[in-house]
């Protein structure tokens, strides 16, 4: 297994540990980076629009409103403004040791971002990569979402020529029947860090590379490559594209912006309400209008249950910074397939954004 990923991952990042849960792989990611050196920096850094996983850890690595609740996680964590290399670049100059020298172990960064659906420039990451070379700084990419030809490519950052010094990786890795994950890295980096006897199993876990799963893995690494799903995946992106552009322009009232690539696109609908739909929602609790992006969930949530209830097609929302109606189909979808979903989301949103909330509300509120 994990000679499988060192064939299929750039230069010399072919060391692999696996584990359970995507947020292990990313805290795996983080120790290996804090280990290899040796506990001499202090501060890690992640991007301000970010989901790298809900343990204590990988949740303080997180930048979204989904995880406000204030856990107490590693110390010394800084954000910065997703591509903005400025942002980095101020972070580093900033966080010094007393003789000048760097005192960042690791930047973690999802170079494509599955819970807003924007992306990192192929500069920002080249300039990125630099940055990391110069100061000795461990770069980690979360490839955990978009790995495995989610967004066109077997792995996003492949098609922006850049290599990270550790990946993390999980969900379709398991073939939607194990479930699997863990993280990659350089061999130079692995061996500095925990090739020793003191130090081999410092970081291990119960359910460390099982048989059966692995096994699983490895048939699903072998349908991904051999079945062309990078191809299905660029199919996906050409004709699920066209037609979310062609239904923007048939409802501009609605639709805000489209984002996405390969087989992960979303929509932002406008959250603007008529006087129609003020009145709907007037007699909902005071407290739901604290939440600053309560009429974004409240548009998309209707969309998304006229989906499920009329149509049969689940959707979700991502629920980062901006609310967005998370369009996510599996790689094995035919055109055919694609054509129900788009058909089924023109009819949906032809029903008119007042109607849609006024259905949603009698159907999830009323009835309590």
């Known amino acids: ?26 805290e795996g990611a983080v120790k ?39 856990f107490p996680t590693i110390p010394n964590v800084e954000s910065f403004v997703y591509n903005d290399i400025d942002s980095v670049k101020g972070l580093v100059s900033k966080l010094r040791q007393p003789k000048g020298k760097s005192d960042i172990y690791a930047i973690i960064i999802e170079t494509f971002s599955a819970s807003s659906l924007l992306e990192c420039s192929a ?27 989610k967004t066109g490519e077997l792995f996003n950052f492949m098609g922006k020529g850049v290599v990270p010094d550790i ?17 990659t890295t350089r061999t130079l980096f692995y061996r500095k860090a925990y090739d020793n006897l003191n130090d081999a199993t410092l970081h291990s876990t119960t359910y460390n590379a099982f048989g ?18 990078v191809g299905k995946s660029k199919r996906i992106q050409q004709l699920l594209s066209s ?26 609908f406008k959250s ?18 604290k939440d600053e992006r309560f009429l974004s969930k409240l548009i998309t949530g209707s969309i998304i249950s006229e989906l499920f209830s009329t149509h049969n097609i689940l959707t979700f929302f991502g629920s980062n910074q901006e609310i967005l109606l998370i369009i996510s189909p599996s790689l094995i979808i035919t055109d055919e397939e ?13 029903v008119g954004k007042g109607k849609l909330v006024l259905n949603f509300l009698k159907q999830k509120v009323l009835k309590t």
């Not at 501060?43 to 204590?56: N, P, Q, R």
């Not at 990946?167 to 993280?183: L, N, P, Q, R």
Request: with cysteine; net charge negative.
């Open 123 to 149: 500069e920002f990451l080249k300039e990125l990569r630099g940055i990391c070379d110069s100061e000795g700084i461990v770069l980690i990419f979360d490839e955990i979402y978009t790995g495995w030809a």
């Open 32 to 70: 290996l980076a804090y280990k290899y050196h040796d506990g001499n920096r202090k501060h890690i850094l992640h991007a301000d629009i970010s989901m790298h996983g809900k343990l204590l850890g990988a949740a303080g690595l997180t930048g979204s409103p989904e995880l406000a609740y204030k």
């Open 167 to 183: 990946v993390t990786i999980s969900k379709s890795f398991g073939g939607g029947k194990s479930s699997m994950s863990g993280y």
């Open 212 to 229: 059966e799963e692995c096994i699983t893995a490895m048939e699903a690494i072998n349908i991904v490559v051999e079945d062309d799903y």
């Open 338 to 350: 694609l054509d129900r979903f788009l058909d089924a989301l023109d009819k949906t949103l032809a």
């Open 1 to 26: 297994m994990i000679h499988n990923m060192g064939q299929l991952l750039p230069e010399d990042v072919d060391i692999s540990y696996f584990c359970n849960s995507g947020a292990e792989a990313v």
């Open 272 to 289: 603007d309400i008529n006087p129609l739909m003020k009145s709907l929602i007037s007699f909902l609790p005071a407290k739901v209008f």
């Open 243 to 268: 037609g979310l552009k062609s239904l923007q322009g048939k409802y501009p009232d609605l639709i805000y912006e489209i984002r996405g690539s390969g087989a992960l696109h979303g929509i932002i």
